[in-house]
C-alpha cells in the first residue's frame, strides 16, 4: 500500500488534503499515481451517507451546511463537506471562500471542508468530486457533504454522486414553484424550505404546502420512499434535528430495501462512461500532436468547412491511428 494511504486510512488530515490535490491535478505523472492511490484506499470506503445539497446562490447553503454538519458531529459523527465553487468562464479562477462561510464547523477536529473548482463542469460538480468523496471516506468520515454551485438550473449531475439528493429552499421569492426547475424536483430526495423564521415563518410555511401539494403528483423516485417537504431556520438551528432524523430514516429504507446499492453501482457505470469522455478530451489537449490536429479541425468546422460531426468523427480516426 502507498504510505500516503497508509496515512489517509489512519485519519492524517494532512495526508488527506495532499491527497485530494494530487487527484485534482492534470499532470500525467500525477494522473498515475492518483489511480494507484485510489486502487489502495478502494476496500475502505462505501460506510459513509454521501449527501448531496442544492439551491439557488443566496438561499443559505453554508449556512444551513455549518449547523447540519454541527448537528451530524454532535450526534458522533465525522463530517466532510466539499464544496464546489464556480469557475470564471474567462480568468478561470474560483474564490473558494466555503471555508470563511462555514467558521465554527472548520475550525472542529471532526470536520473536514474542502473547496473545490468546478473548472467548467457541468452540473455544479467538480471532475474528481468523486474521487474526493471517495478518499473522504477512507480518512474516516462517514457523513460527506457535496455542496454544488447553486447555479439553478443543471445540478442534475449531483444527484449521480450522492445516496440523497436535498434541495434547499428559500420562502418569499415570488412564485416559489417557479423558483427551481421540475427536472431537480423530480430528483430530490428531500425538500427544505430554509429561513423558516420572524417575518418568513408564515411564507416558509406556505411554500412548504405549496411544494408538498407539486411533490406529491410527480413520480417518486423510488416506491419506497415520498420525498418530504420540511422548513428549517438554519441560522437559529430550528428544524435541523427533524432533518436529521429523515435523513437517518431516508438511509435505513434505502439500505433495508437494497436501494443503496443499486443505486451506487448504476454511479460508477454513468461516472465510469464519464471518465472515458474527459480522458479522451485530455489526451487531446495533453498531446502536442492531437493537439495540433485538433486545432486544424476545429478550424474548418469553425468555418463552415466541416458539420461539428464529421470533425468529431475525424479527430476519432486520428486518434486510432496515434
Known sequence: MPPLA?????????????AITLIESELPEHREESGKLLAAILPHTKNAIRLGITGIPGVGKSTFIESFGQHAIDQGHKVAVLAIDPSSPKSGGSILGDKTRMEILSRHKNAFIRPSPSSGMLGGIARKTYDTMLLCEAAGFDVVIIETVGVGQSETTASDLVDMFLVLLAPGGGDDLQGIKRGIMELADMLVINKADGDLAAAAERARHDHAAAVSIMRPNSEYWATPVMTCSAIKGQGITEIWDKTEQFRSTVTNNGILETRRSLQARSLMKSEVVETVLHEFRSNPEL????????EEVANGERSPSDGACQLLEKLRKI
Not at 6 to 18: K, P, Q, T, V
Not at 291 to 298: K, L, R, V
Open 6 to 18: 497508509e496515512r489517509i486510512i489512519s485519519g492524517d488530515r494532512r495526508a488527506l488534503a495532499r
Open 291 to 298: 493537439s495540433h490536429i485538433w486545432q486544424e479541425i476545429e
